[in-house]
């Protein structure tokens, strides 16, 4: 069974850290882009905020570039989102999703297998 199972969330000040984690079972991972969402209260969901592809590629949206630095332990099945310099914009709940069929080049669509979600809060 393919599952994605997001930790690390907390209740922060603005401009501390936080690292989440999304560890991944059920499939062959090393070789699947594994991609960042979130979704503030009573706001759709944005994303991705950022993708880690098998290749060592990386992607961050704007809001996020300079901040935000993804990672991955493929001996773990984890994908790692430092988040550093938090907003209160930053507040949200966080999933993690796979790219299970390699369609990464459709766009958002092709992330059809989620986590869960974590919830980050960024205090003023």
């Known amino acids: 069974e393919v599952q994605l199972v997001e930790s690390g969330g907390g209740l922060v000040q603005a401009g501390e850290s936080l690292r989440l984690s999304c560890a991944a079972s059920?499939?062959?991972?090393?070789?699947?882009?594994i991609g960042w969402f979130r979704q503030a209260p009573g706001k759709e969901r944005e994303g991705p905020i950022s993708?880690?592809?098998?290749?060592?590629?990386?992607y961050y949206a704007d809001s996020v570039k300079g901040r935000f630095t993804i990672s991955r332990d493929n001996a773990q099945n984890t994908v790692y989102l430092q988040m550093n310099d938090l907003k209160p914009d930053d507040t949200a709940v966080y999933y993690c999703?796979?790219?299970?069929?390699?369609?990464?080049?459709?766009?958002?669509?092709?992330?059809?297998?989620w986590g869960q979600g974590t919830q980050v809060t960024v205090s003023s």
């Open positions: 999703a796979a790219d299970l069929l390699g369609r990464i080049r459709v766009g958002v669509a092709a992330f059809d297998s």
């Open positions: 059920g499939f062959t991972f090393d070789d699947v882009a």
């Open positions: 993708i880690s592809v098998g290749d060592g590629g990386t």
